[in-house]
Structures are given as structure tokens and as C-alpha cells.
């Protein structure tokens, strides 16, 4: 933050610092330090070193510690902050301590300590400035443990624990979680109503921990816990870290469903908090949204539909309409012009699936119309490599989603004639059916047996059946025969 953001940032905090100060006029000793503490403001952003010399030097104008000490002191330690003295801050922050305990009414030096804190957090940038803010944490805990502040000291805890997380220091962030969980809870071991959104926080930055570490049986054990928490109100930015956490989860499980429902309700939350990782989360909602393979544009809710045209996700736009017409090489392009997008470790990981996907289909729609090609012209009309276009034909071949035979030797594919495989099936069936009906009609037909009667009356003419009798099927109203109807025949008047 540079020194004239940090200027507008504490114009707010001396507003509030003037509700503390008596209505009665000043008197001159007041005057003077008001004044130089005011002097050394309009120092700070063209002579930070000697702004600090003025801030330092408003405490020994006071005949006892009071306000404009302390807010003399909290300006230096910023400043000293952010020019990397943090030996001297460390220092003065150990003086700014001392006033808490009488000097400064207790909301005052909490909310003072507590966005000093914030300040730091957001400005450090390197190793030696985490190792002064976790001094920092130490000196406070300190501090207000012993003055009985429970609500600063499990905000400083939080603090602290979100440290260990961004250093990596995975044994110390757990024992600090286990210390927050445990303040948390009252004498009997059950849920304290009123902390609920500390523990709450301890849940998020537990279930980071673990999906860094990628151990998604205890991630998924601490993210249904932490959906049941229900005496939190806590920041929209801890909900939306939680369901972040849970969608990646739940992408790892390949379950795209439950991971599109989860991204979803992250952005809300992120979007609610005014967050920017709204911004990356709504690409995560786009990517599963490709591998569920949903014909639904995820930019067609109330929610989503303001950031369709943001320069910052427009690639992702365009990817997720090439994936919706299939268009192959479009998709392909985008991802070459808009390297940035893999930058992100986890589109990256999850991006190949949906590319593979792509080109599947890629792979069955050319092919359909041919009996014979080889690997080479699909490896050219999709711009892929020939050993890419082998495993895709392999993978359709198992899942027999295409009838065909790879020569590996000469690089040829040859599909089977499933037409003509149907059509020699129907005829089989047709035959057989033919020949049940022509062994019904012989041995249950009225029509082939000799009426006695008129044997015995000598209706039997000798020479009626001079001529040979036709050994074939009899022939029957218009000398066709046709199978009964609901036979299996399929199309029969293809063979009438």
C-alpha cells in the first residue's frame, strides 16, 4: 500500500479517534502535540524517515500516556512497517502495547490493534516481514490474554493461523486450529453459539490446509462438518473460501454435479464480499460446467450474466461456446491465444479432460462417413499427434462405441460394416421365422388332412393327384406367404 492509500485509509480511524477526545477546549501543552502530530501526517508522503523522528516524538509531549501517544506511536509502527524496519517496529509496537491497558478505552485500542494487524497482513511481502507480523501476533496474544479479551485474542489466533497456512507451516497451523476450536467450545465440550464464526474460520483455513495437501478424505470430512455450523454469521469470504475448497474436492472425485453446485455458491459469496478470486472461481464454474458436459451456458443466471463480456473471463467464454458446437479448432485456438488461462495450476490439471473430450467427438464425427482411413489423416484434420489419435481410437474401440480394427503396421483403421452385419441379422430372423410358420402349417394345418368321410364314400377319385404334388410350402391366398404380423422380420416388403 503505498503512503498516500495508507493516508486515505486512516482518515476513517481519526475520525473515530476523535470520539474520544473532551469536548473542553485544549490546553496549550494539548495544542502542541496536536500539532506535531498533524506536522508529521503531512510528512509521510514525501519524507517517511522524518515523519517517523515527528510521530516518535508526540509521546514525550505527554505528561502521561494518552490518546495522541498512542496514535503517534500506531502511525510510526505503520510506517516503520512498510519501509522493512521491523526491528524498530517491533520495538515501538511493544511501547503501543502499554497504553492498552489504561491509556486507551478498551474498544478503541481493540479496533486500533485489530486494523493495524490488518495493515500489516496486507502489506508484507517477504519472509523477514512474515517472521515481524508473527511477533507481532505473539506480542498480542500476550497482551490480551492477560487483560481478559478473549474476542482479540481468537481474532489475533485466526490471524496467526491464516500466517503458518501461507508459510506452509502445517504443524503449527494445526495446533493453532486445535487451540481456536478449543476456546470455542464452553466447559461441558459443546459448541459456544457466540463463537461460532471464530470456529468457523478455524473450519476454512483447516480444509485449505488439507486440499493443499491434497488429502481429500479429511478435506471431505471437515467440509461437511463445516456445512453444518449454523450458529456462525461469519464473512461471505470464509463461506466462499469453504465451498472453493469443497468444489476442487469434489473435482478431484470427478463428481461435476456437486462441483458446479459448489463453485456456484462460492462466487455468490466471493461476489457478495467484493473478493477478486470472484473472478477465478467463475472460471472454475465454466470448466466444470465443460466436463459435465451441459448444454446450459453458465452465464444465463441472474448472478453470473453481468461478467458474460468481462475482458477478465472472456476467454472462458469463448472456450465454453466452442465446447457447446463442438467446434474443435476454435477450442483449440483459444487455448493457444489465451496461454494465461493454464497459469492457474488447477484449470490446468482439469483442462486436458475437457480437451480429450473434445476431441473425441472430433474424432467420431469425421470418421462416420468412411470404412477405411488411417491414423495419419485423422492426426491432420484435427491437428493433434498420431499416438494422441491412436489412444482416442483404442479408448471408442473398448468402450465399443466404434466397431473397428487399428493396424498398428501400416497405420490403417477399418471399421465394420454394421449396416450390412444389421441387415444379414434381420434376414436370419425373417428366415427362421419362415420356418416356424411352414412347420406350424404342415403338422397342425386343417388343409393337409384327408377328410374319412368322404374316402369311405368314395369321393376319392383315382388320377386326381396323377400330377407330382409340389414338395414346396403351399401357397395360400394370392400365392404369397407372408410371416404373421409382430413376426420378426423387420422390414419385410424389402424381400416380397
Known amino acids: 500500500m503505498s503512503d498516500d492509500d495508507d493516508f486515505m485509509a486512516d482518515s476513517d480511524q481519526e475520525q473515530y479517534d476523535f470520539e474520544y477526545e473532551d469536548d473542553d477546549e485544549p490546553a496549550d501543552g494539548d495544542v502542541d502535540i496536536e500539532n506535531k502530530y498533524y506536522n508529521a501526517k503531512q510528512l509521510k508522503a514525501d519524507n517517511p524517515q522524518e515523519a517517523i523522528d515527528e510521530f516518535l516524538g508526540v509521546p514525550g509531549l505527554e505528561d502521561q500516556k494518552g490518546d495522541w501517544g498512542f496514535k503517534g506511536l500506531k502511525q510510526a509502527i ?82 496467526l493461523a491464516k500466517l503458518y497456512l501461507d508459510k506452509r507451516e502445517y504443524t503449527a497451523l494445526s495446533n493453532k486450529v486445535k487451540e481456536i476450536h478449543k476456546a470455542c467450545q464452553r466447559e461441558d465440550g459443546s459448541a459456544d453459539p457466540g463463537k461460532g464464526t471464530y470456529s468457523l474460520e478455524a473450519y476454512a483455513l483447516e ?20 456445512l453444518t455450523v449454523r450458529s456462525a454469521v461469519p464473512h461471505p469470504k470464509v463461506q466462499g473460501v469453504i465451498r472453493e475448497c469443497g468444489g476442487k474436492m469434489h473435482m478431484s472425485e470427478e463428481n461435476w454435479k456437486e462441483a458446479q453446485s459448489a463453485f456456484f455458491e462460492s462466487f455468490k459469496n466471493y461476489d457478495e464480499a467484493g473478493s477478486m478470486q470472484r473472478i477465478q472461481v467463475l472460471k472454475y464454474l465454466v470448466l466444470t460446467t465443460m466436463l459435465m458436459g451441459s448444454t446450459i451456458n453458465p452465464f444465463d443466471s441472474q448472478e453470473t ?22 467446434d474443435v479448432h476454435r477450442y483449440e485456438a483459444i487455448l493457444k491465444d489465451n496461454p494465461d488461462l493454464l497459469e492457474d495450476k488447477f484449470i490446468a490439471e482439469n483442462i486436458d479432460e475437457v480437451s480429450r473430450t473434445m476431441r473425441t467427438k472430433a474424432v467420431l464425427k469425421l470418421v462416420a462417413p468412411y470404412s477405411r482411413f488411417t491414423l495419419a489423416f485423422i492426426a491432420k484434420h484435427i491437428k493433434i499427434p498420431i499416438s494422441e489419435v491412436q489412444d482416442i ?3 471408442l474401440i473398448v468402450d465399443k462405441k466404434l466397431k473397428a480394427k487399428i493396424n498398428q503396421e501400416n497405420g490403417t483403421v477399418v471399421v465394420d460394416n454394421v449396416e450390412n452385419a444389421d441387415q444379414i441379422q434381420r434376414l436370419q430372423d425373417w428366415t427362421s421365422a419362415i420356418s416356424d410358420l411352414w412347420s406350424t402349417v404342415l403338422n397342425e394345418g386343417d388343409g393337409f388332412k384327408i377328410d374319412e368321410s368322404q374316402n369311405a364314400s368314395g369321393a376319392f377319385m383315382p388320377g386326381a393327384f396323377d400330377t407330382p404334388m409340389s414338395t414346396g410350402p403351399p401357397r395360400t391366398g394370392g400365392g404369397r406367404l407372408r410371416p404373421p404380423k409382430g413376426g420378426r422380420g423387420g422390414k419385410m416388403s424389402a424381400f416380397a
Open 207 to 226: 480444509i485449505q490446509m488439507y486440499a493443499e495437501m491434497k488429502n481429500n478424505k479429511r478435506l471431505k470430512a471437515l467440509y461437511q462438518k463445516a
Open 393 to 395: 481410437l483404442g479408448v
Open 305 to 326: 450474466k453481468p461478467y458474460r463480456n468481462d475482458p477478465r473471463i472472456s476467454a472462458m467464454t469463448e472456450l465454453v461456446d466452442s465446447y457447446q458446437r463442438d
Open 78 to 159: 505503520k510506517l516503520e512497517f512498510a519501509l522493512g524496519r521491523y526491528d524498530d517496529a517491533i520495538v515501538h509496537y511493544k511501547e503501543l502495547l502499554t497504553y492498552v491497558k489504561s491509556a486507551v478505552t478498551r474498544s478503541y485500542s481493540e479496533k486500533s490493534i485489530n486494523n493495524m494487524l490488518d495493515y500489516i497482513e496486507k502489506t508484507a511481502d517477504d519472509s523477514t516481514a512474515y517472521k515481524c507480523m508473527e511477533e507481532f501476533y505473539s506480542l498480542t496474544l500476550d497482551t490480551f490474554q492477560a487483560t481478559n479479551n478473549e474476542r482479540l485474542a481468537l481474532k489475533t489466533n485466526v490471524k
